[in-house]
């Protein structure tokens, strides 16, 4: 019987101040939270948005800065190249016990220059199809293959660039 007048007695209090309660929060009660969680909700997709606009930009800043490192790899690989003539007559008037070995590296160094020239203007192709209207995947998947392009591009100048000094090397010892 006490159990029963406790439960009766607090729902006539609930009663008497729901009506109160209603009054002091004048319709603020979950009417506000629903407005804060669509405002959260917002948000949230206006940084999503803003993050992709970002990655986007990102991504053709990078094309851009793999198209100028390969346009410089394709620059020294031309100038090297622009030496062939003169590097083959000297090779030509050269005694002849090392100049198989210097028409063999020679042949390296042309190679390696040459080589150095496609994978540049492989990366620089490859960056050119970076743009915004992309997805982010396509543009991550164009500069991971430009980068690619542009490291080996790299390499084959170091080679060519190591095999040119030890033409010259051998030349003048």
């Known amino acids: 019987m006490k159990n029963l007048i406790k439960i009766l007695s607090t729902g006539v209090i609930a009663t008497l101040l729901l009506p109160t309660l209603a009054l002091a929060h004048e319709n603020k009660g979950s009417e506000v939270r629903f407005e804060t969680s669509i405002e959260q909700r917002l948000q949230k997709i206006e940084k999503g948005e803003h993050k992709e606009v970002r990655t986007k930009a990102n991504a053709t800043v990078t094309a851009e800065a793999v198209t100028k490192k390969a346009t410089r790899i394709q620059t020294a690989a031309d100038s090297m190249l622009s030496f062939n003539g003169r590097i083959g007559a000297l090779i030509a008037s050269s005694s002849a016990e090392g100049k198989a070995a210097l028409e063999a590296k ?68």
């Open 106 to 173: 020679f042949a390296e160094f042309k190679t390696d220059a040459a080589d150095a020239k496609v994978q540049a203007a492989a990366a620089i192709s490859g960056a050119a199809q970076v743009n915004a209207s992309n997805s982010t995947d396509t543009n991550a998947t164009l500069i991971a293959a430009a980068k690619v392009d542009l490291k080996e591009a790299n390499g084959f100048l170091h080679d060519a660039k190591k095999a040119l000094m030890q033409i010259l090397r051998s030349l003048w010892n």
